[in-house]
């Protein structure tokens, strides 16, 4: 009887989740309606329903809970709460209004939102809580019809609950009741189970595998051609759920006069900081071109191509042999302490194209950094010497909205390898595997060389969980790569696959560097990893420890190449980060007199320490900024001390407000169009 009574309930609680959908659904349109522009509003009925579908399947990430609240407080309950049950139906409605409200003050606020920032909600949302409270009220109440706003809750709440109590009175199907006691406990938890499989089978978007549910990386790629449509996809609360869990950079909450108080260590002595044009501060000149200008750079940036699988107690796994083979020649120069400009891949990314730290602030994501970009930028700069700028990425070219941020940040051309692969080519969830993007990359490039310099990005994907490749296809025998490794380890799939991993990669960009050395031997390769990753194992007596030391987890790998690259031209340099590399580009191929901007020195100058918003390195010493701890720089088979302390603190806060200066003031940005 109690079982009947939950049956009966879920079927009330099914049909009441699925009103909020249906809301999103029309505020969606409504959205759509007010301020969609004509292009998108005729951008044809595929792309609107493959804006709506995601964003019913996106939103369902808060709406499925709609129907596990209601199971959960009453369904379940009033099944075996006789005066519950009799006021069941109107608890349900309470609960249902209580959502639709939410709902539709995050809708209203949306519109509100967009209104004055031609955006839905970001990160500026947050910036409120400094804001004037009572400036807002003012807005709200006579700009933005806040009056009409609020009385409209009421109607709406009306229509709310009529349609839910209707939903409620809705013909329920009859529990099957069984002869068999134990089969009909057996029934009972099969419908059990089966009611909460249904709401992970809705929350993760029509799947019961979490890595496959919505997200913004995966929106279709025709919803995200539009500008617009890409804004509408995503659901209010979803929206708002995005802002609230990222943290928001101090910098982008300080006034123009804090900003310039925090930016002034960065400002020579001889110069004042120029709120209109904040990098002049960052100009240098060439001291002439080192090397002859090759005809083609190749800037190879590895996904978690880390130092660490370098470092000497590591050398019997032989993850890195085709990197250290080319790090043997005389020609290769490469640095063993290298910081990333990022801790993960985007901003690691964006801030080597942009020339400027990310420090978290997305700036591929930032529409405004898809219609403008500065003169800090790497193609850019590129551009201006001359050459052609070309990205090539493994994966689609919607991760982190590439599509719209590269043309904007200054490449003439870019491709996502599942444009020009071979539209049978295995891949991994976030791109085709990297030998044959390359190779097909590889295959291009020498099908449309022209005369013209070319600066070649080349981006890789595979280094990355799940780590479910064939690489035994792909020439990896653990008996033959790691000979010496323990028969535990050899037994652990699990983990040896991680370092097939690896090696895979490594392999796979050594040999794009022969194949278009063959081809173009003038050329000036770059390799470089967007940042390292937890991947070594310590369990199995490789090294005394079970924890990697901070160099391990903090540092990238870095080698560049070129025929008449000489060791001399490091200056003694023993430490780097990515941020040096777009100023050792131009004092090696720049002729003298060249102006260019950089954050950073040059690597053919010598280098003292390395900063980033994360880390700071010296000659000797590793720091986290998050942790606030610091470490022996040096390889360490065991684990080393941690001290706490803190150096270049006001440096790291300057680099930071610079970006956030140039978030807050996007009349800075140089357009597309204007680019030379």
């Known amino acids: ?52 579908r995601y964003g019913f399947w996106w939103g369902m990430d808060l709406n499925a809970y709609m129907f596990l609240v209601l199971m959960v407080l009453v369904s379940l309950p009033a099944a075996f709460i006789p005066d519950y049950l009799a006021a069941s139906h109107t608890v349900r409605v309470v609960l249902l209004d209580a959502y639709c409200l939410a709902l539709y003050l995050a809708f209203m606020g949306k519109m509100i939102f967009y209104y004055h920032f031609h955006d839905t909600f970001n990160q500026t949302v947050r910036l409120g809580a400094n804001a004037d409270k009572k400036n807002f009220a003012d807005i709200f109440f006579h700009q933005n019809h806040g009056t009409l706003i609020l009385l409209g809750i009421v109607p709406y709440l009306v229509l709310c609950s009529s349609l839910g109590l209707a939903l409620t009175h809705v013909p329920k199907i009859p529990y099957l009741e069984l002869a068999s006691t134990s089969m009909q406990y057996a029934l009972n938890a099969v419908v059990f189970v089966f009611a909460v499989l249904v709401f992970y089978w809705f929350r993760y978007g029509g799947t019961l595998r979490h890595r496959l549910k919505p997200e913004w990386d995966e929106v279709p790629q025709q919803v995200k051609d539009d500008e617009f449509m890409s804004k509408a996809v995503i659901d209010d609360l979803v ?11 101090e910098a982008l909450q300080h006034n123009d006069a804090e900003a310039t108080q925090i930016i002034a260590p960065l400002v020579p002595t001889e110069q004042q900081f120029d709120p209109r044009e904040p990098w002049a501060m960052l100009r240098r000149t060439a001291h002439g071109a080192l090397i002859k200008q090759p005809r083609h750079v190749f800037f190879l940036l590895g996904e978690s191509h880390g130092q660490a699988p370098f470092d000497s107690f590591y050398d019997h796994l032989h993850l890195m042999a085709a990197s250290k083979e080319f790090r043997a020649e005389p020609h290769t120069l490469a640095l063993n302490n290298f910081m990333s400009a990022g801790m993960i891949s985007q901003p690691s990314l964006t801030s080597l194209i942009s020339g400027l730290y990310d420090a978290d602030m997305e700036l591929n994501e930032n529409v405004d950094f898809w219609h403008g970009t500065l003169p800090l930028a790497l193609p850019v700069q590129m551009k201006r010497l001359g050459y052609r700028t070309v990205f090539w990425y493994g994966g689609a070219l919607t991760w982190g909205s590439l599509l719209h941020y590269l043309p904007a940040a200054g490449f003439d051309e870019y491709y ?17 595997y990297d030998h044959i993007f390359l190779g097909e990359a590889a295959r291009k490039i020498k099908a449309e060389d022209t005369e013209k310099p070319t600066f070649h990005f080349l981006y890789t994907t595979s280094n990355h969980g799940p780590y479910l490749m064939p690489y035994e296809e792909y020439g990896f025998d653990a008996d033959k790569v790691m000979p010496k490794i323990a028969d535990r380890l050899r037994h652990d799939k699990k983990t040896w ?27 000036l390769f770059i390799v470089s990893g967007d940042h390292t990753t937890g991947l070594l194992p310590f369990d199995y007596d490789i090294v005394p420890r079970d924890e990697a030391n901070m160099r391990e987890s903090l540092l990238t790998s870095f080698a560049m190449s070129h025929p008449e690259l000489t060791p001399d031209m490091l200056a003694g340099n023993t430490i780097g980060g990515h941020m040096n590399i777009l100023p050792t580009i131009m004092e090696l191929v720049a002729p003298a007199g060249f102006e260019y901007y950089s954050l950073m020195p040059p690597l053919t100058e010598s280098i003292d320490h390395v900063v980033t918003p994360y880390c700071w390195m010296t000659r000797d010493t590793i720091g986290d900024y998050r942790s606030g701890l610091a470490q022996q720089l040096a390889p360490a088979a065991g684990e080393l001390p941690v001290e706490r302390t803190t150096r270049f603190q006001a440096e790291r806060d300057a680099w930071c407000e610079l970006t956030g200066w140039m978030v807050r003031h996007p009349e800075l940005l140089v357009s597309r169009e204007a680019k030379p």
């Open 497 to 523: 696959r991680r370092l097939a991993g690896i090696w895979y990669a490594d392999q796979a960009l050594i040999h794009f560097v022969r194949e278009m050395r063959e081809v173009y031997p003038d050329s």
């Open 1 to 52: 009887m109690h079982f009947a009574l939950f049956f009966e309930g879920i079927q009330e609680d099914f049909l009441l989740a699925a009103i909020p959908p249906v809301l999103c659904a029309v505020f969606r349109l409504a959205f759509v309606l007010v301020y969609a522009p004509e292009r998108s509003r005729r951008a044809g009925w595929r792309r609107w329903l493959a804006c709506f």
């Open 416 to 432: 996502g390898g599942p444009d020009f692969c071979p539209a049978d080519s295995p891949r991994t969830w976030l791109g085709v």
């Open 239 to 249: 929206a708002l759920k995005l802002v609230f869990r990222q943290h928001v950079s």
